[in-house]
């Protein structure tokens, strides 16, 4: 019974030391959302040029506007646009349905993934750019 209340006593005490980060560019969560935790304030813009990614650490966030203009592999695409060239990784799914040609501008977003000394893009969403 007592270390029953000993540990309702402290889960009473250690709630209220539960918050995310609060200062400049932290406001507040969408109205009537209620409190939200994490992170609020500006975000990088991430890598929005394919010659960067070779530059970039795993995991970095990437919006890349180009076009695609060979499949290399299943699910693996050369991804081209002002400043160079990448490999994409491209889910079939996430095509939805759309008919992408090399003439198609595109915009990619997803991240670096750095595997077996090989950096490329794993999207997340494509997106066709009228």
């Known amino acids: 019974m007592r270390a029953l209340l000993t540990a309702l006593l402290v889960l009473a005490l250690a709630s209220p030391a539960m918050a995310a980060f609060t200062g ?4 507040p969560g969408p109205q009537g959302s209620g409190p939200q ?13 394919a010659a960067d990614v070779a530059r970039a650490h795993d995991d970095a ?5 180009g076009h695609i ?3 290399v592999a299943h699910e693996k695409y050369l991804f081209r646009d002002g400043s ?4 994409v990784d491209i889910d079939d799914k996430d ?3 759309q008919t992408v040609t090399p003439k198609t501008r595109v915009r990619v977003v997803g991240e670096v993934d750095y595997d077996h000394g090989n950096k490329e ?3 997340k969403f494509l997106e066709i750019q009228r």
């Open 24 to 27: 400049p560019g932290s406001g």
């Open 37 to 49: 935790g994490g992170f609020h304030g500006p975000r990088s813009a991430g890598i929005t040029r």
């Open 61 to 65: 966030h990437v919006t890349l506007i």
């Open 69 to 71: 203009v060979e499949q």
């Open 84 to 87: 160079g060239t990448v490999i």
């Open 95 to 97: 095509f939805r349905g």
């Open 121 to 123: 893009v794993d999207v």
